[in-house]
């Protein structure tokens, strides 16, 4: 779901009352208050200043409040449906395993409360997608309103971006693997184009800050199963071993010891196993009775596979 102009368009008094209603008062309140209110703007258009006029929504794009008022205004948002649902600041994903009832009425019911609620803000319906995952899948149709209170088919996608992350109707992640890959060899371009030599300190010093973190942010989500995307993301890291001096000569193998370097496919396993190691601790806190609640609610559930 993507909320037009959604930093724009969150009301003052609206937000004022929620935080109030998460217990923020007294001089916190006020302060807040005195850091949204009493705006004004005007535009200019051609050398042509418009008259000033007050600003009555809308939180500072920015600013570091600015994203966490907006994220207190919409906290109540999972309360009121019954899918799962994820938020990030105005990222909204709602998603639902299929059952044998009626999944379209179910989905739908959900989308159409984000319509009715008390946030006043409207959806982007060129910007709202659905994706279908599962074989089986019935690939019900969905729809959100518009401005002229017109309901809008949600686009169907076969891929999207999601907090950097692309992924696919098959989830093979095999395009964002692609991508990033893509990326990287750019960055290992222009520093090619850019040192005529580099010692071995500078070329890993290089690696880790600027291409690494490229080939591995978010491993644990998109971790690749097919060899093709193993070597694809490999061979990144074998071509920038060889910027070096005097190193160019050696095997991988070889480059990677003298780097002091694991594998890229080792440096993956152990982010999954530190990943599992802080669900089993409870460092990073799952929900597993959110999720157990909402599996309650499904009476009779498909395969795992079929997920829309």
Request: hydrophobic letters at 40%; one cysteine or more.
């Given at each position: 779901?993507d909320?037009?102009?959604?930093?724009?368009?969150?009301?003052?008094?609206?937000?004022?009352?929620?935080?109030?209603?998460?217990?923020?008062r007294?001089?916190?309140?006020?302060?807040?208050?005195?850091?949204?209110?009493?705006?004004?703007?005007?535009?200019?258009?051609?050398?042509?200043?418009?008259?000033?006029?007050?600003?009555?929504?809308?939180?500072?794009?920015?600013?570091?409040l600015?994203?966490?008022?907006?994220?207190?205004?919409?906290?109540?948002?999972?309360?009121?449906?019954?899918?799962y649902?994820?938020?990030?600041?105005?990222?909204?994903?709602?998603?639902?395993?299929?059952?044998?009832?009626?999944?379209?009425?179910?989905?739908?019911?959900?989308?159409?409360?984000?319509?009715?609620?008390?946030m006043?803000?409207?959806?982007h319906?060129?910007?709202?997608?659905?994706?279908?995952?599962?074989?089986?899948?019935?690939?019900?149709?969905?729809?959100?309103?518009?401005?002229?209170?017109?309901?809008?088919?949600f686009?169907?996608?076969e891929?999207?971006?999601?907090?950097?992350?692309?992924?696919?109707?098959?989830?093979?992640?095999?395009?964002?693997?692609?991508?990033?890959?893509?990326?990287?060899?750019?960055?290992?371009?222009?520093?090619?184009?850019?040192?005529?030599a580099?010692?071995?300190?500078?070329?890993?010093?290089?690696?880790?800050?600027?291409?690494?973190?490229?080939?591995?942010?978010?491993?644990?989500?998109?971790?690749?199963?097919?060899?093709?995307?193993?070597?694809?993301?490999?061979?990144?890291?074998?071509?920038?071993?060889?910027?070096?001096?005097g190193?160019?000569?050696?095997s991988?193998?070889?480059?990677?010891?003298?780097?002091?370097?694991?594998?890229?496919?080792?440096?993956?396993?152990?982010?999954?196993?530190?990943?599992?190691?802080?669900?089993?601790?409870?460092?990073?806190n799952?929900?597993?009775?959110?999720?157990?609640?909402?599996?309650?609610?499904?009476?009779?559930?498909?395969?795992?596979?079929?997920?829309?």
């Amino acid at each position: 779901m993507d909320y037009a102009k959604a930093f724009d368009t969150v009301p003052h008094e609206r937000l004022l009352a929620q935080l109030s209603t998460l217990g923020i008062r007294g001089s916190t309140l006020s302060w807040i208050r005195s850091f949204l209110t009493g705006r004004e703007q005007s535009v200019t258009v051609n050398g042509s200043l418009s008259e000033w006029s007050n600003v009555s929504s809308g939180v500072l794009q920015g600013s570091v409040l600015g994203p966490l008022l907006f994220t207190m205004f919409v906290s109540d948002v999972p309360n009121l449906l019954d899918n799962y649902i994820s938020m990030f600041a105005d990222d909204t994903k709602i998603y639902q395993i299929l059952e044998q009832l009626d999944p379209q009425q179910f989905l739908q019911g959900d989308l159409d409360k984000l319509q009715t609620y008390k946030m006043q803000m409207l959806f982007h319906p060129e910007k709202c997608k659905v994706m279908h995952l599962g074989s089986n899948n019935p690939r019900m149709n969905y729809t959100t309103s518009s401005n002229n209170n017109t309901w809008v088919p949600f686009v169907v996608a076969e891929e999207e971006k999601d907090l950097r992350v692309i992924i696919d109707n098959e989830l093979k992640f095999s395009q964002h693997i692609q991508a990033q890959a893509n990326k990287a060899n750019r960055v290992l371009g222009a520093l090619q184009h850019t040192f005529l030599a580099l010692d071995k300190t500078a070329c890993l010093n290089l690696y880790k800050s600027l291409i690494r973190p490229l080939l591995e942010y978010a491993s644990v989500v998109w971790n690749p199963a097919l060899k093709r995307d193993k070597d694809t993301l490999e061979k990144v890291q074998q071509r920038a071993t060889r910027l070096a001096q005097g190193l160019s000569h050696l095997s991988y193998s070889d480059r990677l010891a003298s780097f002091q370097l694991p594998t890229l496919q080792f440096r993956r396993l152990r982010a999954d196993v530190i990943q599992t190691f802080k669900i089993l601790k409870n460092i990073d806190n799952i929900n597993f009775q959110y999720v157990e609640r909402q599996c309650s609610k499904q009476q009779e559930v498909l395969p795992p596979e079929d997920i829309t």
